[in-house]
Nanobody
């Protein structure tokens, strides 16, 4: 079965950095668009960033542009989210997501699979 396992979350001060990882198994990694979503307490889950199955295109929501970078490593079946200049508003549970390459991905990504999430807390 498909498994997406996130790691790398934690507590960090404002202005700091974290790198999230998501290890994928049970799917052909190179055939899937991969992305990150987040959900803050009392809010809906929102798109953060995505990378196409080829790695040739990346997308991110406006609030993280210039601070967050999504990348993927095919040899390790892993997708990353490098988060710099973190702000308290970035506090949320971050979810990894996989979307079929047959969909046209972007900021309106519609995942087929989800990870369990990892908590990121940014203190002021």
């Amino acid at each position: 079965q498909v498994q997406l396992v996130e790691s790398g979350g934690g507590l960090v001060q404002a202005g700091g950095s974290l790198r999230l990882s998501c290890a994928a198994s049970g799917l052909t990694f190179s055939a899937w668009n991969m992305g990150w979503f987040r959900q803050a307490p009392g809010k809906e889950r929102e798109f953060v960033a995505a990378i196409s199955w080829s790695g040739g295109s990346t997308y991110s929501t406006d609030s993280v542009k210039g601070r967050f970078t999504v990348s993927r490593e095919y040899a390790k079946n892993t997708v990353y989210l490098q988060m710099n200049s973190l702000k308290p508003d970035d506090t949320a549970v971050y979810f990894c997501a996989a979307e079929s390459r047959h969909k046209i991905t972007g900021t309106n990504m519609t995942p087929d699979y989800w990870g369990q999430g990892t908590q990121v807390t940014v203190s002021s």
